[in-house]
């Protein structure tokens, strides 16, 4: 090839690759810059999800007529007639275990969870929440995403793309899946749906090895002549292509777990923390140790500069107290109801609290009719949230279901005000949070009517 074409090559794939590299600059600026709104309460979201539908009417809403009626069907006068058929089988269950008045707000809290009644003035119960499916995998879907359709950006994605990462180190949005598997609905759930892919959730879980393969054999500078190598080639592929926000992330996911060799060892390494910390936590604990590692981990994420970190309770079933409420939710209770005190102990200790909403709560509730005497069916249309930490009133109740637990009743929250109610404390606007798609702004919370819920934020 004569010299003179071979520069001119040589010249215009030079050009090219460093306008990509200029490019991939401009834009990785453009996803650290901030696009809040106003001024934000919290900095930061712990999001503590109890897969599989914990039962609201054995945990955080008392119901005392449905002590009274428990062994009765629903009273005629009650609901659509498809529902009075349905229960006219399965009467009534009263509560498993008691409540009692907890703190000095006196919030109702079962026997279920001794830990968490210890922080019920730490607590904004929100028991009028309700959504549209009652099927695992919808709502799964419609908790995390606004929507029952698999594919639409998640709750995390829409932070970590309004809100960039304050470490350029790590991921803005870590998932911790239940080590069990099965989530009904699976990794959609922390998708970045039609958002560009480097803001989908990254994995981690508990274990020596939070993150697969984050140690090389090669040597560091061995390693980045290599990835140096790749993102060149990388480039170049991409310079001849439409945009991809696939190939795009996958760049990035390249650089990123190249600079977390340095950061995440020393982030998920627990060896470190205090016996009485870990002890906290219910790491001493073989009940509490995987739950507990994992809601340590959390703290130690966002501690790093995480924006989002979501963890899911509950394997394939989780939750889904079909068969025996007392016999599912003793166990899920047991592995989570320390931990979670743990971390929330632990955050105001460290002054953490004050800047980082804490969510806990699942895809749905549970039925107050029994199914086989003993267990619980999926009830989407009234359950209960519980939010903590900044930007919420502490020791309050808001809303309210009917007198049986079956409905959403008084100052209803759908998942939608939900959505829009934590992106309000995050500084963000939820009609102002949008995504151009096919010449239409989408956004978390979609076209139907929503609002905040002011009257629980602090």
């Not at 002054?351 to 549970?366: A, P, S, Y």
């Not at 903590?388 to 409905?407: I, N, Q, S």
């Not at 151009?436 to 009517?449: A, H, I, S, W, Y």
Request: net charge neutral; proline share 6%.
């Amino acid at each position: 090839m004569p010299s003179d074409l071979a520069h001119k090559l040589f010249r215009r794939r030079l050009l090219g690759t460093t306008a990509m590299g200029l490019s991939g600059v401009a834009l990785s600026s453009l996803m650290a810059e901030s696009r809040s709104h106003f001024l934000a309460k919290a900095k930061r979201v712990i999001w503590l999800f109890m897969h599989g539908g914990p039962s609201h009417v054995d945990l955080f809403d008392p119901k005392p007529e449905l002590i009274r009626h428990a062994g009765k069907p629903l009273p005629e006068s009650y609901g659509a007639v498809e529902t009075r058929r349905k229960v006219a089988q399965n009467p009534l269950l009263a509560p498993v275990k008691p409540f009692r008045k907890r703190g000095q707000s006196g919030i109702e809290i079962s026997d279920f969870l001794p830990h968490m009644a210890g922080i019920a003035d730490e607590m904004c119960v929100i028991r009028s929440c309700h959504g549209d499916s009652v099927n695992h995998p919808q709502s799964v879907y419609q908790m995390n995403t606004g929507s029952v359709q698999m594919g639409k950006p998640s709750l995390g994605s829409w932070v970590s793309y309004g809100l960039g990462s304050e470490n350029a180190d790590m991921p803005a949005f870590v998932v911790m899946p239940d080590p069990g598997g099965g989530l009904k609905g699976g990794p959609p759930a922390w998708g970045s749906g039609y958002l560009p892919a480097t803001y989908q959730g990254t994995t981690m879980r508990a274990g020596p090895n939070p993150i697969l393969d984050l140690h090389s054999p090669q040597s560091s500078a061995r390693q980045r002549a290599t990835l140096d190598l790749i993102q060149q080639m990388n480039a170049q592929h991409q310079a001849k292509r439409e945009a991809d926000s696939e190939l795009d992330a996958r760049i990035r996911a390249y650089e990123l777990a190249f600079r977390m060799q340095s950061a995440a060892p020393e982030a998920v390494d627990i060896s470190r923390e205090t016996a009485a910390t870990k002890h906290l936590y219910g790491i001493d604990d073989p009940k509490t140790k995987e739950f507990g590692t994992r809601c340590l981990l959390a703290r130690r994420m966002i501690e790093r500069g995480v924006r989002f970190v979501q963890l899911y309770s509950g394997d394939t079933n989780g939750w889904d107290a079909h068969e025996n409420v007392l016999k599912n939710h003793t166990d899920l209770c047991a592995r989570t109801d320390k931990p979670v005190t743990g971390l929330i102990r632990d955050l105001k200790q460290r002054g953490l609290l004050e800047d980082t909403l804490v969510i806990w709560g699942g895809e749905f509730g549970r039925m107050p009719m029994s199914e086989k005497g003993v267990g619980r069916d999926h009830n989407p249309w009234g359950f209960t949230t519980v939010l903590m930490g900044a930007g919420v009133k502490h020791g309050h109740v808001h809303g309210a279901t009917d007198e049986f637990g079956l409905r959403a009743a008084e100052d209803k929250v759908h998942i939608h005000d939900l959505h829009a109610t934590i992106l309000h404390i995050l500084g963000l606007d939820h009609e102002r949070l949008t995504f151009r798609l096919n010449g239409l702004d989408q956004k978390l919370t979609g076209v139907e009517e929503c609002h905040v819920v002011k009257s629980i934020l602090s």
